[in-house]
């Protein structure tokens, strides 16, 4: 696990590999008690990478 991000509704998981991550993620939400209602995986584009790395976006 790379980070986590609590939005308020959720969780948000950033991992190097969400497919592969997923199987392992949704066991450990299971032994903690906690209830999947969604799962959706992401593939950043270069935009957002730019930003996470920089703290700058592309046109500032």
Not at 39 to 60: C, M, N, Q, Y
Request: glycine share 14%.
């Amino acid at each position: 696990m790379q980070h986590v991000d609590n939005d308020g509704a959720g969780l948000i998981l950033t991992v190097s590999d969400g497919p592969t991550a997923l199987a392992g993620i949704l066991t450990g939400a299971g032994h903690a008690g906690m209830s999947v209602t969604s799962v959706e995986i992401v593939r950043p584009d270069l935009e957002s990478v730019f930003l996470h790395l920089t703290g700058k976006a592309l046109r500032d």
